[in-house]
Every structure is written in C-alpha cells, then in structure tokens.
C-alpha cells in the first residue's frame, strides 16, 4: 500500500492549482487575441494549415492586383486599337472616294489634295496612337522596351502636296521596339499577355525578305541556334540550306521558308508582321546565308544590304496613299493602295479580337481568383479562430474548478497547519 505524505498532498495541490492557472492563461488569451493557436507546439497540424492559408491569401492578393493591372492594360490598348481602327476605316472611305473618278479637271485635283491633307493628318495621329502610354507612363506596343518611344518617324521636304507645304513631311515611320511580351502571372505558372509588339499590329502586308546570296554550297560548320521571331532554330553540324529549310517551316512560327533563283533563302510571313531575325551567341547562320547585315545584326531593321525586302507598315501603306494622290495615281489608288489597306484593316481586326479574347480571360480569372480569396479566408478564419462561445464555457469551467481545487486545498491544509503551530 503505497504511503501518502504531507509533502506529497501539497504538492499535488500544487501541481492542479498552477495546470489550471495555465489553462485560464491558454483560453484568456485566446479570447483576448481572437486565435486559436499562437505558437505551433499548440496545434502543430492546426499551425502548418494555417501558415498554408495564410501564403495562399497573400498569393491570391497579388494576383489580384496582377488582374487589376493586367485588366486596365487590355482595357487601354483595346480603346487604342478602337482608335487605329477607326483611322484605317475613314482613310478607307478616302481612298474609295479618291478612286471613283467622279470628278474631272480642277474639282478633281482640289479632291485629291484635300484627301492628301487628311490622310496626312491621320498618319500623324496613327503614329501619336502608336506611342501611346498606359496609366503607369509605359510605352503599350514597344515591347519590353517599355521606356523607350517605340516609333521613331523620319521627315524631309515632299514636293508636290499642294496646301500642304513641302517642310517636314513624314517620309518614313521606324519601330524602335522589340517583340517581347509582358507577362501578369495570374495563378501558380499561369501568365496573360498583356502588351502586343508594334512590328505586329502596324503592319499592314505580308513581308518577304529574300538573300541575294548563293545558298547551294553551304553546309553549317559548327552547331549553331538562330531565331526567327523569337524562336529558336538549332542548326546541327553539316546541315545545308534544305536542312534549315526544313526546320524552319517545322517551327512554330507564321514565317514560312523557300529556295528561290540559284538556292537562295527566302523568307514569307503567313500573316502580316515585320520579320525580326537574330543569330544568337557566336551563330553566325544568318549572316552566312546572306539575311542579316554583318556590322548592324540586332534587330529591328538588321536585314543585308543585299538582301530584297518587301512588305510595308501601316504608316507605309498611308504614305503611299498621300503620295499616289500627290501623284494623282488613279490606277494605284484604286488597285494596290486599295487592296493593301484592306488587308492591314483585317490584320488590325485580328489582333483587336485578340485583346478582347484575352479580356475575357482575366474577367474569368478574377472571379476564380474572388472566389478562392472567399474561400481560403474562411478556411483560414476557422483553422485560426477561437470558437467564442465554447472558449467562454471552458473558461467558466476552469475558473470553477480552480476555485474547487483552492478551497479543498484550503480544508485539507489548514489543520495540518494549525496543528503544526500549536
């Protein structure tokens, strides 16, 4: 039979009276706090759920500002190709009216300068378009290159344009951009494009850069890796001119390769776009076949003085028009100045449809991202929270039972004591 002390009792007394003083501690300061748990060892489950909830909310909260961002810059550059659109449209009308042959003699030349004075300022005001900013004072269709202007225009003296003058005439409009794409990543590896590169949605034809070198003898001595609009072509060792031929039109891009005349390399878009061509590293491919310039090889504009190029800009297609009406160029205006504007009119559409696709896709991101946000933050709430009602009970109880514990303590103590000081 196992002996109980005095020192033994006492110390038990000890032991409940500071275990429920600690646990009116735990449930005080939940109430105090509003949570659950404040250190891990409390929950460690509990803990690492809520270390999970509360990374996710974080995250869902920067996608949402990434959606927010993403959001205003679609809605802005939509509103700029609505703009765009509307130009092409009106020097469409124009050009039909210039075309017609309705009017003769005196009343036709006035016609046509007065149409080349409003094509005139509808270049300008395509061009001001095309170096619009967004909310935050970036360039939208410069690509990466969001600081810089992305068009640079070239004027000189254009004799001929009656009312007009011939000071400062825009003779040539340059993109001064690159083709890169800015990303909002709007879930875990999930990104939206949120720019589109000036060399795609002003161009108005199919371009097609052609070298005037012999391409039948050559043979790669070396592995290299070019790029064509932004994608890598690997050429292996002993690869000849068909071999790269081959890899390219296999490539995902909408350039298409062919040999012409005495093997010569040729390059054509399938769909409007200035061509942007790059050797990469030590690669020297592209210079070898004769479509990129040995002392200028970065692009935009880097093809060989050699090579021929064809394919003009949407500020071509205007200049052209303006001067075929300077010209009085009937025949031109109503054929290939026409046709051209037609097509970068369906190009400019294209790439509108394009934004308005990728609007749709972060309206759909964000009410999945709102949703989530309400969801993880009640998870959270629960995993973290103190249930009021039953931590107000637990605590009524300790208090209770501390005061049972200290007034047992009190009866079994005292005569001990008593007795001791007698």
């Known amino acids: 039979m196992m002996r109980i002390t005095d020192i033994m009792k006492n110390s038990q007394l000890v032991r409940n009276v500071t275990r429920h003083q600690m646990e009116m501690d735990r449930v005080e300061n939940q109430l105090a706090t509003g949570q659950r748990i404040r250190r891990p060892a409390d929950d460690p489950s509990g803990a690492t759920n809520q ?5 996710r909310v974080s995250e869902l909260e920067q996608f949402e500002n990434n959606l927010t961002n993403a959001q205003s810059r679609l809605n802005h550059m939509d509103g700029q190709l609505g703009s765009l659109t509307e130009i092409m449209q009106r020097v469409r009308v124009l050009a039909v009216q210039a075309s017609n042959g309705i009017y003769q003699g005196d009343d036709h ?3 046509r300068n007065a149409i080349a004075r409003e094509v ?6 395509m061009i001001q378009t095309g170096n619009g900013r967004d909310a935050t004072g970036r360039y939208l269709f410069s690509g990466h290159q969001a600081e810089e202007e992305p068009f640079e225009t070239l004027q000189a003296s254009v004799p001929g344009l009656t009312g007009l003058g011939t000071e ?4 040539a409009v340059r993109y001064r951009g690159d083709i890169g794409m800015q990303l909002r990543e709007v879930e875990r590896g999930q990104y939206i494009d949120v720019n589109l590169p000036g060399n795609r949605v002003f161009w108005g034809t199919n371009m097609t850069v052609t070298s005037s070198q012999d391409g039948s003898g050559y043979v790669a001595d070396r592995e290299q890796v070019f790029r064509i609009d932004g994608v890598d072509i690997r050429v292996a060792a002993g690869d000849t001119i068909d071999d790269i031929i081959d890899k390219i039109n296999n490539s995902n891009i909408e350039v298409k390769a062919s040999k012409v005349g005495q093997d010569s390399l040729s390059l ?3 769909s409007p776009h200035e061509i942007w061509l790059e050797d990469v590293g030590d690669s020297t491919a592209l210079r070898d076949l004769g479509m ?3 002392g200028h090889s970065e ?4 093809y060989a003085e050699s090579a021929r190029v064809s394919g003009r800009s949407v500020f071509d297609l205007m200049i052209k028009l303006r001067d075929d009406l300077m010209a009085g160029d009937q025949l031109e205006i109503s054929g290939n100045d026409l046709a051209n504007l037609d097509e970068a009119l369906n190009n400019l559409l294209r790439y509108r ?4 696709a990728r609007q749709n896709r972060v309206e759909e991101h964000d009410r999945r991202v709102s949703w989530d946000q309400t969801f993880m933050t009640e998870l959270l709430a629960k995993s973290e929270g103190v249930d009021v009602p039953e931590a107000i009970i637990d605590l009524k109880w300790l208090e209770t039972v501390h005061q049972y514990a200290l007034n047992i303590g009190a009866r079994i103590i005292r005569p001990q004591l008593m007795d001791f000081l007698r």
């Open 292 to 294: 990129i310039n040995e």
């Open 51 to 55: 270390m999970y909830f509360r990374t």
């Open 299 to 302: 692009p935009p504009g880097n």
């Open 109 to 111: 030349f006035e016609l």
């Open 268 to 270: 054509h878009t399938t």
């Open 168 to 171: 400062n005439m825009i003779t």
């Open 353 to 356: 449809a394009e934004i308005g």
């Open 120 to 125: 005139d300022q509808h270049l300008r005001q």
